[in-house]
Every structure is written in C-alpha cells, then in structure tokens.
C-alpha cells in the first residue's frame, strides 16, 4: 500500500457522505483537491441513482391509491348533541321507571285478572283442603301419632339417630 492511498478517503467513507449527504470539513477539503475521490464518489453516487431506477421499474404498481385528508374532517352537525341525547334518555328512562314505581303494582290496567284470589275462594272446602295440606301435608292417623311422641324424646333416643362426633362406636 502506498502512502498515495492512505491519503485517500476509504471507500465506506464515501458511501456514509453519499447517504447523509454531508461530510466533515477535512473529507469536503479532500475531496476538492483529490481527482481520485471525487471520481469515485461521483461512481458511487452514479450506481446508487441506476439502483433506485431499476428498483422503481421493478416494483408492481399498488393495488389500492391512498389519498390523505388535506384539511380538517368535517364535523357532523350533531354530533355534539350526542351526549345531550344520551342523558335525555337516561333522565327519560329514570322518569318512567319513578313513574312505574310509584304508581304500584296495585293499579293493574283494565281488563287483567287480579293477582290476589278473591275472599270467597277462602272459603270453599276445596280451598280449606289444599291449605291444611300446604301446613301440614301429613294424614290426620300420623299427626295422631306424633301428637303422642311430642315432649317423649330422651337424650338416649337423639343420641342414638346422631350419635355424637366424639365416640368411636361407629369404628
């Protein structure tokens, strides 16, 4: 290697110059004096402009063309009205529920059955029947029965239907 050559700027040098498109001012002092440099800078600048043509034409054409917004969106006009619409409905909603609320499940409209049976149906044997059963669903000849072993349980008979945790007589 010559001491021609150290003098000159390395050729990734150059390439970094081309693609920041800027120097320091010793490599620029260089490159004005040096016929050498500037013939391989001037190369280099060349190959890279024939790569950006041959990538242009080598690249397929977009399916789809993009246009950006020049200015602003247009706002809709009630668009602003989208939250006073929503409270209005919540407030409305709220209103008819107070309403509802107040006015008791009592005030049924005209023409429904009501929902209570009528005091006469109280009074029907069939009714009395279905009552009696829905206290105590046992036949009289049982509830005889039980009526007799009322207050007749000792400590050996509940302990013996749940015998205690802490005997092992089960083991």
Known sequence: M??????????????QMIADGDGLRDEREHLGQCAL???????????????RQQAAMAAPAPQRHFVLPA???QRH?????RLGWAA??????????????????????PG????????????NPE????NMLAENALPEAYLVL????????????????????????MS
């Open 77 to 81: 006009p009630f668009r602003r009205w």
């Open 112 to 123: 429904l059955p009501p929902s209570t049976p009528p005091v006469a149906a109280l009074d």
């Open 146 to 169: 039980s009526e007799s072993l009322e207050g007749g349980y000792d400590e050996g008979f509940i302990d013996f239907l749940i015998p205690s945790l802490d005997d092992d007589s």
């Open 37 to 51: 440099c500037r013939d391989m800078m001037a190369a280099l600048t060349n190959d890279l402009d024939q790569f």
């Open 88 to 109: 209005a409905g919540t407030v409305l909603s709220v209103a008819l529920l107070t309403i509802f609320l107040w006015r008791g499940a009592d005030n049924q409209l």
């Open 2 to 15: 010559s001491a021609d050559a150290a003098s000159h700027i390395p050729e990734i040098r150059i390439i």
């Open 71 to 73: 200015g602003r969106p």
């Open 127 to 130: 009714m009395i029947e279905v």
